[in-house]
């Protein structure tokens, strides 16, 4: 069975006392474990404020948490976190695949062209010849409009 090496980022309520927020992040790492997820690295950034309320909080308490483990763990850890009432959001990236996309966006070695080659300079193009238009020999008289008949009155 291949690992995959994923990061996931866990913001959890930022109104825990130390002890509760411990036992919280705790819990997610006993979760990694349980699946079958190797705990590489840990990352806490500490109360930050949120771009937006998430549960009417404006603070939340950041870990990053970087681990190895099957394809079917992150699926499975997300599923628990969801139940779990102190954490407000979580994310989880392969790291593998995002290393692939930008493998895949960065260009490629492109062919050097020499600076000093020589580029034929682009023909002339002759300009189109435009003739003039002669004016009519005769003016062409236009109807002039006439007025609407008005209806008909019917009499009484």
Do not use: C
């Not at 409009?145 to 008005?150: D, L, Q, T």
Request: no cysteine; glycine share 4%; proline share 10%.
């Amino acid at each position: 069975m291949e690992l995959n090496k994923y990061e996931m980022g866990v913001i959890v309520r930022a109104n825990l006392d130390d002890e509760a927020l411990q036992a919280e992040m705790d819990r997610v790492k006993g979760l990694l474990d349980r699946f079958g997820a190797t705990i590489e690295k840990e990352d806490k950034w500490g109360r930050r404020k949120l771009a937006y309320p998430i549960q009417k909080q404006n603070e939340g308490v950041f870990t990053f948490i970087t681990y190895s483990a099957p394809s079917s763990t992150p699926r499975e850890v997300e599923s628990r976190l969801r139940l779990m009432e102190n954490v407000l959001r979580f994310l989880t990236v392969n790291i593998n695949e995002a290393e692939i996309r930008k493998a895949k966006a960065a260009p490629s070695a492109a062919p050097v062209v020499p600076v000093a080659a020589e580029v034929p300079a682009p023909e002339p193009v002759a300009e189109p010849v435009v003739e003039p238009i002669e004016a009519a020999a005769e003016p062409v008289a236009v109807p002039a409009e006439e007025p609407a008949a008005e209806p008909a009155q019917a009499e009484e």
